[in-house]
């Protein structure tokens, strides 16, 4: 995988969809720091100003055009949770995307595209190196896998132990979609059975049991009224 290093960029995704075109399928666009990082729905994604610390990288994806799935954000949150546990920290997914440790959010994904692309942009924000503060000034529970191994991560071998484990998988992901990653996307999702709350958009919420993930990669959740709903994008709150 074709690697760009920036040392401060806005945003790793920003730069990765102005620089789309040009640039290779399975490319990562990687900053020492951001000073514009987001999330999803215009959220900041805390990045320090601490250089290199952590990790800010966007990753470019060109699928041919027949692989239209819409989990390959699912797909990379497998690997990161592997990854991690190279680092013997177990992880939990909470659906889509977000990665946890003991219930507090270490990595968050985010996939962009605009009409333009012919394929989209990864972007990917990991606390590796935060101090205990910093994880506490974050407005929702936030760890670092410094302060959970209590020693110094160095970005660059994450980085590409990431890559590694990314490279592994990603062809047989191409062709059979999520369903070859389905088994290993549920062994790290805690919340099966739960009672669970899921935000549809701003002001649409709804209640149920999480029932199963499905095999598009899909929320089906049991409603009060015993009826299935499937959701396809949302966040758990
Ligand atoms: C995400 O959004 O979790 C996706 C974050 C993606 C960040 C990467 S960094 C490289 C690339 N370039 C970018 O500009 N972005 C990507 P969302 O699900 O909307 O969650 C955002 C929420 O997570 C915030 O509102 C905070 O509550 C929380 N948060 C912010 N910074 C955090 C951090 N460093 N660690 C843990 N939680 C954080």
């Known amino acids: 995988m074709k690697k760009v290093f920036f040392e401060e960029i806005t945003s790793t995704n920003d730069y990765a ?17 951001q000073t514009n990082g987001h999330g999803r729905l215009g959220r900041k994604w805390i990045s320090t100003n601490a250089k290199g610390l952590n990790l800010y990288t966007s990753l470019v994806l ?5 692989c239209a799935y819409n989990n390959f954000t699912q797909y990379v949150s497998v690997v990161l949770c592997k990854v991690l546990e190279e680092y013997g920290v177990n992880a939990n997914i909470k659906w889509p995307n977000d990665i946890l440790v003991n219930g507090l959010k270490i990595c968050g994904i985010l996939a962009e595209r605009t009409s333009q ?4 942009v990864i972007g990917i924000g990991v606390n590796l190196n935060l101090t205990k503060e910093e994880t506490e000034s974050i407005d929702k529970p936030a760890i670092s896998l410094n302060l959970i191994l ?24 191409l062709t ?5 990653i389905r088994e290993n996307y549920l062994k790290r999702i805690n919340f099966l059975g739960r009672e669970i709350s899921v935000s549809l958009n701003k002001d649409n919420k709804i209640k149920g049991i999480a029932k199963d993930i499905n095999k ?21 709150n």
Not at 27 to 33: F, R, V
Not at 62 to 66: D, I, Q, R, V
Not at 151 to 166: H, S, V
């Open 62 to 66: 060109k699928p041919p055009k027949e």
């Open 17 to 33: 969809k102005e620089h789309f075109a040009e640039t290779e399928d399975k490319t990562i666009i990687c900053a020492d720091n």
């Open 176 to 180: 059979q979609g999520f369903e070859y």
């Open 216 to 236: 598009d990669g899909e929320l089906v959740l049991v409603l009060p009224d015993q009826k299935e709903q499937v959701i396809i994008s949302g966040e758990i």
């Open 150 to 173: 209590n020693k110094k991560i160095d970005r660059d071998e994450f980085l590409e132990k990431f890559c590694t484990e990314f490279e592994k998988n990603y062809d047989k992901f």
């Open 117 to 120: 692309m012919n394929g989209f």
